[in-house]
């Protein structure tokens, strides 16, 4: 959750009923994500309603894939549901998770099958994504399913075993596979606040994910290098053929020679981009600074008392 105030008390009134109609022991654990309104407020007035409310408030804006993995990581039920907070992820598909689960799956995927509620210019933005990182990348990420599944213990721990900062979980979560069932459902209008995914954010989301599952992007690079040189090459000999055999000794024009030369420095320059996103990721990697940090985590079963 961040700045979901406005929100909270609707997706309480349509998940708790739901959740008890299961009738499996849960803890709904809230992920706050630097909230600057009255989300934290909100939820510890509802945890007084529902003891099966826990918080877990970020020190600060971590960003979702680290919120997320804050609440993968706490989260201590034999079965996890990830879930966003603006109902985008129907809550009644839940008890269909669990049946599969008790079925044996240990992964079941939510598949959006329409995305009536984004536009036109996401859809198709999101449709050349998986088309791209899935042609890039050594794992088949499944088009149109988010974070919102279901996942079992032993996927969990799986989970929790990798340890990069840089973290893309629709990766993660497909690296790891395990028994895996698909259910599909139509993504409803947000309730109630704003999108925080702004397209600069989801164009370095895209990034990330090419980057941290596929390193084909910077090997192509030396592919690149080797056309270049062996067209340089060419165009070499060329120039000495018309100069020994035929006698040419005319100096090539100063458009094809600026041409050639900005052409180059172009290929080098965006080379360069490539492994600077690489290096980036390395950089990241190597301080070894934690994924996220936690400022307190209320739960009703240590009498409300915050955990510093």
Not at 26 to 43: P, Y
Not at 187 to 215: C, N, Q, V
Request: proline share 4%; aromatic share 10%; charged share 25%.
């Amino acid at each position: 959750m961040m700045n979901e105030a406005d929100g909270v008390d609707r997706l309480f009134e349509i998940l708790m009923p739901i959740l008890r109609a299961t009738a499996v022991s849960f803890e709904v654990v809230c992920v706050d994500d630097g909230s600057t309104d009255e989300t934290v407020n909100r939820l510890q007035a509802l945890q007084a309603q529902h003891p099966e409310i826990a918080i877990v408030e970020l020190s600060r804006n971590f960003g979702k894939e680290a919120a997320l993995t804050a609440g993968i990581f706490e989260a201590v039920g034999q079965a996890v549901i990830p879930m966003d907070a603006d109902l985008q992820d129907p809550p009644e598909l839940i008890p269909q998770m669990i049946d599969h689960w008790r079925r044996g799956a240990e992964v079941v995927l939510a598949v959006r099958s329409l995305r009536a509620s984004d536009s036109w210019f996401k859809r198709k933005t999101a449709g050349a994504f998986y088309r791209v990182i899935n042609l890039l990348g050594e794992i088949t990420i499944p088009a149109n399913a988010g974070d919102f599944r279901l996942m079992d213990r032993r996927v969990i721990e799986a989970i929790r075993a990798m340890p990069e900062r840089s973290r893309f979980n629709k990766g993660i979560f497909s690296w790891v596979g395990f028994r895996t069932v698909a259910i599909q459902y139509e993504r409803p209008e947000r309730h109630a606040g704003t999108t925080k995914w702004k397209y600069r954010k989801l164009l370095r989301f895209a990034m990330d994910g090419i980057i941290s599952f596929s390193s084909l992007p910077l090997r192509v690079w030396s592919l690149i290098g080797m056309i270049v040189a062996l067209g340089a090459l060419v165009y070499g000999g060329f120039i000495i053929f018309k100069v020994l055999v035929l006698g040419d000794r005319s100096v090539p024009g100063y458009a094809s020679l600026m041409t050639v030369m900005l052409f180059t420095n172009g290929i080098v320059l965006i080379g360069l981009g490539v492994i600077g996103e690489y290096l980036s990721q390395v950089f990241t990697e190597v301080k070894r600074r934690p994924i996220y940090l936690i400022r307190s985590i209320y739960r009703n079963d240590q009498d409300n008392a915050a955990q510093d």
